[in-house]
């Protein structure tokens, strides 16, 4: 039962994410976190934690949810 509560929990919606609009932007060749970043007027936090990124790899063609801008 605590492996199941344990996944519970790591499924509850936290409060403190980052909401979108659904603004969405699928990535091309050449872009960067931190350029998909000024394009839209925010952070390339806002971008990872949003998309649930472990590391600032992206991938052609893959669309990420575009967080408003802080």
Request: proline share 4%.
């Amino acid at each position: 039962q605590a492996g199941l509560q344990s996944i519970l929990e790591a499924l509850q919606i936290k409060t403190d994410t980052p909401q979108t609009t659904g603004r969405t932007y699928k990535v091309k060749s050449g872009d960067s976190l931190e350029k998909i970043a000024k394009m839209h007027n925010t952070t390339i936090a806002g971008i990872r934690e949003l998309n649930g990124m472990a590391n600032d790899k992206i991938i052609v063609g893959k669309t990420l949810k575009i967080p408003d801008a802080p």
